[in-house]
């Protein structure tokens, strides 16, 4: 569902962000990108939504060449950034009904607004509240709302949980784990190890560009992921 194949990038600096990175992520599961800042992680998703193209490989989603056929590929995956860009005068509805309607859905009406707001666990006093008085937390659980109601089969995530507290990230990583359920393929790139080991199906560390180390959940059940990060991120 969410491929890298070779999937290289140098910048015109000369600077090499991302180097032969190949992954494969099925529907159903969780893969965790582990790096420090300038890893690469942003960079790989990046790439998967034609933000920048990339030099040299390929991405895909659903089989669909993101340089290619962007237009296509962007179908089959949503984004969720650090940082969730919303309309601050605009209700959360307000909000989910504009994304909504630019991803070419054009047919719901409040109470699915309502419905999908509920299930990522907004409170009800919210659903009519202009977002600029959101906190983080609020902001990254609408914005996987406006995700879910795109429908899309992969979901890209670029640090969704940096600065929120450990009950918005509690209840954000519950959320993950049910779209997981619902057979999302979900991309997630983070600094947060202990989190990544909580939820991932497969974790990945990067470190200058290249994937130095992709083991699963079962390869990690007996290992301190702390240990054997910081092992990796050590200056050789």
Do not use: W
């Not at 000369?14 to 690469?40: E, M, S």
């Not at 977002?131 to 969704?160: H, N, W, Y």
């Not at 997981?180 to 979900?186: F, L, P, Q, T």
């Not at 202990?194 to 083991?215: N, Y």
């Amino acid at each position: 569902m969410i491929q890298a194949i070779d999937l290289t990038k140098r910048y015109e600096d000369g600077l090499l962000a991302l180097d032969h990175l190949n992954i494969n992520i099925l529907p159903g599961q969780i893969y965790c990108l582990l790096g420090a800042n300038g890893a690469g992680k942003t960079t790989t998703i990046n790439l998967f939504f034609n933000f920048i193209e990339p030099t040299s490989g390929t991405a895909l989603l659903n089989g669909k060449d993101c340089t290619k056929e962007p237009l296509l590929a962007k179908q089959f995956a949503a984004y969720v950034s650090e940082n969730v860009m919303l309309y601050g005068n605009f209700t959360a509805r307000q909000n989910l009904d504009f994304f909504t309607k630019l991803s070419g859905r054009k047919n719901l009406g409040k109470e699915e607004y309502y419905m999908v707001m509920r299930q990522v666990g907004l409170p009800e006093r919210a659903f009519e509240q202009r977002v600029k008085t959101f906190s983080k937390g609020m902001r990254q659980k609408l914005g996987i709302a406006i995700a879910i109601l795109k429908q899309s089969p992969a979901l890209l995530l670029d640090e969704p949980t940096s600065g929120l507290d450990p009950k918005a990230g509690a209840e954000f990583v519950e959320l993950l784990l049910r779209l997981r359920g619902e057979g999302k393929a979900i991309l997630m790139s983070t600094h947060d190890v202990f989190r990544a080991k909580e939820i991932a199906d497969v974790i990945g560390i990067m470190k200058e560009g290249v994937l130095i180390m992709e083991k699963t959940k079962e390869d990690l059940k007996y290992e301190d992921l702390e240990k054997l990060y910081l092992k990796y991120m050590e200056v050789s």
